[in-house]
């Protein structure tokens, strides 16, 4: 199977900074990566498909990159809304699995 | 619009079984897959398996082979997820998301990335 890891673990920012989370894969991937938005009690939201598509409605803040086995997740400018849990997830073998997440709070 | 709308939360004993729903609307159910995924408390995502309802193909994850079997029902357009022998560490939010899947080289379907999402289904094992 492959594994997923995400740093920070946890990122305290301020609105207005610029985030960057990242992820990687235990083996290549390709471009077979989507990127995910949590809000507590909430179901996730995909954010980035294959590793660098923005899903249609997700603001142009939020960019992805990356191939193989490291890729980032970007917010030019966090906006109040953007703190939330992030998640990354590969779906290049027959199992897709999902990082571990990235906690973004309030500095 | 794309809607995945899940039965209602559950409380069950150690040992019973579970049967979480997930009625589709908005697409054509039998063009897509439809994926599960849960939540411990607290804790992370971790991917169940996929059933296509285009044809029934399923795909479970290892460490739940046995346990798990999901389906469709074309006619009312929902899915089923049903776990058994239920353990407390089964206790968590199970969702369900709308998956493309392609077939590759050899055959055998791989699905893409989750891009609509059910509500989540609460189901808590406790004695």
């Known amino acids: 199977d492959i594994q997923m890891t995400q740093s920070p673990s946890t990122l305290s920012a301020s609105v207005g900074d610029r985030v960057t989370i990242t992820c990687r894969a235990s083996q290549s991937i390709s471009s077979w990566l989507a990127w995910y938005q949590q809000k507590p009690g909430k179901a996730p939201k995909l954010l980035i498909y294959k590793a660098s598509s923005l899903e249609s409605g997700v603001p142009s803040r939020f960019s992805g990159s990356g191939s193989g086995t490291e890729f980032t997740l970007t917010i030019s400018s966090l906006q109040p809304d953007d703190f939330a849990t992030y998640y990354c997830?590969?779906?290049?073998?027959?199992?897709?699995?999902f990082g571990p997440g990235t906690k973004v709070d309030i500095k | 619009q794309v809607q995945l709308v899940q039965s209602g939360a559950e409380v069950k004993k150690p040992g019973a079984s579970v049967k979480v729903s997930c009625k589709a609307s908005g697409y054509t159910f039998t063009s897509y897959g439809i994926s599960w995924v849960r939540q411990a408390p607290g804790q992370g995502l971790e991917w169940m398996g996929w059933?296509?309802?285009?044809?029934?193909?399923?795909n479970y994850a290892q460490k739940l082979q046995g346990r798990v079997t999901m389906t469709t029902d074309t006619s009312t357009s929902t899915a089923y997820m049903e776990l058994r022998s239920l353990r407390s560490d089964d206790t968590a939010v199970y969702y369900c998301?709308?998956?493309?899947?392609?077939?590759?080289?050899?055959?055998?379907?791989?699905?893409?990335?989750?891009?609509?999402w059910g509500q989540g289904t609460l189901v808590t094992v406790s004695s």
């Open positions: 059933i296509s309802a285009y044809n029934g193909n399923t």
């Open positions: 997830q590969q779906y290049n073998s027959y199992s897709p699995s």
């Open positions: 998301a709308r998956t493309t899947y392609y077939y590759d080289s050899s055959g055998y379907p791989k699905t893409y990335y989750f891009d609509y």
